[in-house]
Structure formats: C-alpha cells, structure tokens
C-alpha cells in the first residue's frame, strides 16, 4: 500500500461508498463470495462504477452501473480491484484501515475460540464443536470483542462441571469468577456476551435446550455447580408423601418457583440416575428452609422420616427453618403423629394456594420475585 491513513480515508471514505463497504464486511464476515448492492444515486453510481473498472481503457472490466438499480458484486473482484488500483491493498486491509477493527471470517473466529478451549484441555469435548460453530456467527458479537470473549468463556468452563454424569457436592459462588470478568461480580450475568456463551456451553454440555425461564437458568448454574450466591443453594426444600403430587405438591412448587423462590423439589431438581439419598442430603444442607407438607400420609413414608430428621438436625445446627404445612389433616391429628411438629405454627393448606406462598415467602424473609425483605 502507497497511500497514508489519511488518503485512504480521503479516497474511499466517502458516503458515496458506505453501502458497499458494509456489504463488503458483511460478505467476507459471513464467508459469502458476492453481495448484492443498492447503487443509490448518480454519484454513488459513478463511483461504484469507477473502483469497478467500467471506465477503465483501452477495455472496461466491467458495464458501468445504472443509478438506483442493484448490481452483483463479488468478493474477489473488489479485491484484485484494489489491489491493482490506488490503494495498492487487498480488501480487508482496506476494511481495517475505514473502520479501525479487525475483519475476522467464522472460520478465523471459531479457530480462535477453539484454541481457547484448547489451552484449558476442552476442545476435544463432545459439546465442543456444536459450541464453537454457534460462536463463530459475525452477528452474534463485534469482532473487536471476540479474543478476549473467548478467554473469558474458556476460563469460565474450565472451572464448571461439565460431565452431565458427575455429581459436585461443593459449588462455587457466582463472586469467585469475579477476576476472569474484570472484577466484575455480575459477569456471568445472562445480560453479558460471555455469560450467554457459557450458558450455551453448559446446555450443550449437559444435553439440555437453552434455558428460557431463569429457574431453568439457575438449574442448569447449579449442576454445572455454580450457585448465585454463598449462603444457600435453595430456598426451600419441599418435603411430602407423594400421594399429595397431584393435587397439592406439584401446583404448590409451581407457585412458589413463580414468586422467584429456588425450590428443592424432586421434579425440579432430579435426573434419571442420581442418587436418591445423595441428592436429598444435599438439598437439606443447602437449603434455607424446609417445608413439610403434613397430611395422613406424609408421616407413614420411609423418607419423609428421614427429611424430617435431618431437617430437625439442620435446623438445630445452622438455623434452618422449619415451614408446616396441615394438608387435609387435623392439628389433633398432628399431635399424635408429632407433639415437636405440632408446637410449630403450620399453615393450612384450605387457606388457599396465595396464602400458603406468602407464608412461605414471609418465612424465608423474601417478597415475590426473590428480592429480601426489608
């Protein structure tokens, strides 16, 4: 190249070439030979037609282009154009030089998330390939962010769990990848580029769909083994007989998930193959709550008993409350079953579903939607 920064911007600068500039970037992006461009006014024509060779002599290269009509411009053609013009440079030098960023293909973006994963030993992992061809689409981010997005995706999955058939006990909170986002706390935040690159990742990784609701998010966070913050996993852990599903347990855990509540409940959380005594211990040591759905079943099933146990040891240990709910059971009853449960205030479950939530909520300290009480 001859020319300055500054001629070159003097020379095909101009607004009379912006749209085949854009088009042109959009072509190379996307791995596409030609385009099709609007050729706008006389002026714009004109130039068009004049970078493209048709007024060229002894023999034009090509047909001069008519105003406000759309012509097929390839790739290739602009580019060995430049190259023999003024300008003395391929396209994407040019491109470069207009807009001060880098020009990157899909097959250079994916190359370079993929030796990102590399260099933390994830590039041969089955959700891998899926992955790094959803990360490769130009539109999906600028391509001034694309090196240090695919560091910080690649230092993230690094630390998560990404073997859907391993089961994690310890989790890490959201705050301890503050370093890799700057120090930003929130940089998981599915706001954030990266986070919803990972998310992606996790879902991959995990055989799941792209979560769409923020339990699902949270869900997929968790068994990936990360937690939203440092103080407990779930909010409530929902203990019952599962006679009372139906018509009880399942619409409750619904609406408690609805009011912004994490919910231990089995249906929710539990996959084909995990352990059933593992997985229930977890969800009583992680939660800040438990909630027993105390009906004339409830107190004649062999894990019941035990939630009930460990709930009464957690909350005698680490302050755990205790949420119990009368389902079609009479506190008389209640008293033969359990003089501790009956000293507990219950709530009744013919009160109403709205009422049995905010008894919940008011009990954990959070308003509906998740935020804490004042």
């Known amino acids: 190249m001859t020319l300055s920064k500054a001629d070159v911007h003097q020379l095909y600068g101009g607004e009379s070439y912006r749209g085949l500039w854009e088009k042109a970037l959009n072509a190379i992006e996307s791995d596409d030979v030609s385009f099709k461009l609007h050729t706008g006014d006389v002026r714009t024509a004109n130039d068009i037609s004049g970078l493209l060779g048709a007024f060229d002599r002894p023999k034009p290269a090509r047909r001069a282009v008519r105003p406000g009509t759309r012509t097929t411009v390839t790739v290739a053609e602009l580019d060995t154009r430049l190259r023999r013009g003024k300008f003395g440079g391929g396209l994407r030098e040019l491109l470069e030089l207009l807009t001060g960023k880098p020009v990157l293909t899909r097959a250079e973006r994916r190359a370079i998330f993929e030796s990102e994963l590399a260099r933390v030993g994830l590039a041969r992992d089955h959700w891998a390939d899926a992955w790094l061809d959803h990360c490769r689409n130009p539109k999906r981010m600028d391509a001034t962010e694309v090196r240090t997005t695919a560091r910080q995706c690649a230092a993230v999955l690094a630390e998560l769990v990404l073997d859907p058939s391993a089961r994690t006990d310890e989790h890490k909170p959201l705050e301890s990848f503050a370093e890799i986002f700057t120090g930003s706390a929130n940089g998981l935040s599915t706001r954030e580029l ?134 079609e059971l009479d506190p008389k009853e209640l008293v033969n079953h359990s003089p501790m449960l009956a000293d507990l205030y219950a709530i009744r479950s013919e009160v109403g579903m709205e009422a049995v939530v905010a008894g919940a909520l008011r009990a954990v300290g959070k308003r509906a939607g998740g935020s804490p009480t004042g």
């Open 194 to 327: 990266a986070g919803q690159l990972v998310l992606r990742a996790l879902a991959l990784a995990h055989g799941r769909s792209t979560p769409v609701t923020s339990h699902e998010r949270w869900l997929l966070w968790l068994k990936s083994g990360v937690i939203m913050d440092d103080k407990s996993t779930w909010d409530v852990f929902i203990s019952h007989a599962h006679e009372d599903k139906d018509d009880f347990v399942r619409p409750l855990a619904a609406e408690l998930d609805r009011a912004g509540l994490r919910v231990w409940y089995d249906e929710f959380t539990m996959v084909p193959g995990d352990s059933v005594r593992e997985s229930i211990d977890r969800g009583i040591r992680r939660s800040q709550a438990g909630i027993l759905i105390m009906s004339a079943h409830f107190f004649h099933k062999f894990w019941t008993k035990q939630e009930t146990n460990g709930l009464f040891s957690m909350a005698s240990s680490h302050g755990t409350r205790l949420i119990p709910v009368l389902h």
